[in-house]
Structures are given as C-alpha cells and as structure tokens.
C-alpha cells in the first residue's frame, strides 16, 4: 500500500501507526554513489518490513535499467524503517554537548542567585554598583546571568555623533531575513514535508519576502565590514602610534573570544543533539547527510 501519492512523495508518517504494519522508506539510488533516484513512503505489513522483501524488485529495476547505466554503475533498492532509527540511543557526542548545556544552565542559575542575593558580597554596603560590593569569585558568576546579559544586549547605547544606531538597525533585520530565508532552505533541499505541499506556500503573497534573504546577505556583510572599519577608524585615528595598533590587535581579540565559544557550542549541539529533536521519516538521515562535511 503506498501512503504516498507518488515518486519522491513519503506520504504519512504518523498514519501508519498500528502493530501489523511499518512504515518503511523505499529509495532507488545509484551505486557506488549511495545517490537516490527516487523515494517513496510505504505502508507494508510488518513481515516485509525487510531488504530481502523487496529483492525481486530490486532485480527487475535493476534489469530494466542496465542498457542505460555506466558499466561502473548500478541501481538497487534500498529500505529503510524510519522507526528503527529514531529509536537509536543518544551518541556520546549528544550526552556531552548535554551535559555542557546543563552545566550553562546551573551558572545562569548561579549568576541570577549572586545578583539578586547578598551572597558573594565583600562588605562595601555604601556603593550600589554590583561591581564593587561584591568578591571577584561572584562577579565570575554574575557574568552568566541571563537577564543581565539579555539587558545589555537589547539596550542601545547613546553615543551622540560617533554612533551608527541606524545602520546597526538595518543589519539587525538583514540578519533576521537571512534566518528566515535559511529556515525555508531546509524544507526545500531537504526531504522534510512531502514536495507538492510546498505549492501552498509560494501561492502566498508573503511568501514573496522569503527569497528577498539573498539580497539580504550581502547587506548585512556590507554593513558588517563597514561598521567594522568605522570602529577601527574611532579606536585607531584618536590614538596614533603603537597605541592605535595595540586597540586594533584588541578589537580583533576581543571579537574571537566573544564569539568563538557560542560558535563552537552552536556548531556541536546542531552536529550531535539536533538529529535527536525531530521526528519524520527523513529526519535524522538527513541531518546525518548535512553533517558528514563537519
């Protein structure tokens, strides 16, 4: 029974839920390449839930095809149960990067608990600025507060003239239409939704600013470089000589450090913890695909 409408359609997934049937995934690919053809969602009964299931078709596509293949080429039918690889455990990549995110989550916990209590106070009860009433040791935390940092990141600084508030603005929603244009990228170069259920969203009209994320790539690293070069000018032409050169050595230091760690944390919770948040008969493979350059 195929739960699909037809090629490269996977049907649903969650339909086929009962103990005397199994959704299984049904790929032509191309061998040696391990490419796939065509993909089909079926919905068979548990027993041919199996490659052997399906040989004698794998036999015929593969002798219907022959005249038209390479001599180094061939094409089988390969099976896939989705439901035996979402139940796959945890990797010990997953637990770690999971055991890092809790690790934040106890500091974040930590820093709101040093600034919001007395504890980590060194005595100087006259001063109201945090950082002088409390040890060294508590300000470590109260660096990890969420609110405090959230605060700062959406609060705007009023600098007068040497300020470019406006242009920040506008790389802010570049970056936004950039996100958004990379969430519909998943859905299209990947096997996520069935294809034709993609016709409703380009019918919209809105749908019309999704594409408009190309443009705003090149915005938002056009403002970047400039707004970077503006900021190594302000630090640079007050301060000439050795001096100049120290702060544009720090500036570049201190944009690495700041962003170097969440990069790195990003980079592994989506190689190792993204794959096990998901559901769908593509899911996790596809993920897997993704990531077989990282």
Excluded at 127 to 156: C, G, R, Y
Excluded at 158 to 183: E, F, Y
Excluded at 218 to 238: H, N, Q, R, V, W
């Amino acid at each position: 029974l195929n739960s699909a409408k037809g090629p490269n359609q996977l049907g649903d997934f969650e339909a086929c839920k009962a103990e005397t049937v199994e959704y299984i995934l049904l790929a032509l690919e191309l061998q040696p390449l391990n490419m796939p053809v065509v993909r089909m969602g079926l919905c068979v009964p548990s027993e041919c839930a199996n490659q052997d299931s399906f040989k004698d078709i794998s036999d015929f596509i593969k002798k219907q095809a022959e005249p038209y293949l390479p001599e180094d080429m061939d094409i089988i039918a390969k099976v896939t149960v989705p439901r035996e690889v979402l139940a796959q455990s945890m990797s010990a990549g997953a637990i770690i990067v999971l055991i890092v995110t809790g690790l934040v989550g106890v500091l974040w916990l930590l820093g709101m608990l040093i600034t919001y209590t007395n504890i980590g106070n060194n005595g100087n009860f006259r001063s109201d600025k945090i950082e002088e009433k409390k040890m060294t040791w508590a300000l470590a935390l109260h660096s990890f507060n969420p609110i405090v940092n959230l605060q700062k990141l959406f609060t705007v600084k009023d600098g007068g003239d040497k300020t470019l508030n406006v242009l920040n603005g506008v790389r802010v929603l570049s970056i936004g239409w950039v996100i958004l244009g990379h969430s519909f990228s998943f859905v299209f170069f990947g096997a996520v939704v069935n294809t034709q259920t993609l016709s409703t969203l380009f019918d919209s009209d809105l749908f019309s600013l999704v594409p408009g994320g190309v443009f705003a790539v090149d915005s938002f690293f056009f403002l970047s470089g400039f707004l970077t070069f503006a900021l190594l000018i302000s630090k640079m032409y007050p301060k000439r000589g050795m001096i100049g050169i120290v702060n544009t050595i720090l500036i570049y230091f201190h944009r690495y450090y700041r962003l170097i760690f969440p990069l790195v944390y990003i980079q592994f919770f989506t190689m190792y913890v993204v794959r096990y948040l998901g559901n769908g008969p593509m899911y996790r493979t596809g993920w897997d695909f993704l990531n077989q350059s990282c």
